[in-house]
C-alpha cells in the first residue's frame, strides 16, 4: 500500500552529527533525536548539510523515529 501525503509528519530540527551515506542525526525542536536521510530530489543539498544547520524533516506517523531530510530552513 502506499503511503499518501496526509501520512506525513513534517517538522523543522537541528543536525547534531552526519553518519555517512547520506544519514544524519537530527535534533527535533520537541527534543527527540531521529535518524534521517536525504531524500532522493534534495541530494544537491548534501554539501550544505553539517552540524549545526537547521532542516525541515518529514516522517511517517507509523514510525517517528526515522525520517527524511527535504529541505533546509531559513534560520540563522
Do not use: W
Request: aromatic residues 6%; hydrophobic residues 35%; glycine residues 10%.
Amino acid at each position: 500500500m502506499k503511503q499518501g501525503k496526509e501520512d506525513l509528519v513534517v517538522t523543522e530540527g537541528t543536525i547534531e552529527k552526519s553518519k555517512g551515506n547520506s544519514f544524519y542525526t537530527v535534533r527535533l525542536a520537541n527534543g527527540e533525536q531521529v535518524l534521517a536521510r536525504v531524500a532522493g530530489r534534495s541530494r544537491r543539498i548534501t554539501r550544505h548539510l553539517f552540524p549545526g544547520v537547521d532542516v525541515k524533516v518529514e516522517m511517517s506517523c507509523y514510525d517517528l523515529t526515522r525520517g527524511r531530510i527535504v529541505s533546509l530552513t531559513q534560520g540563522r
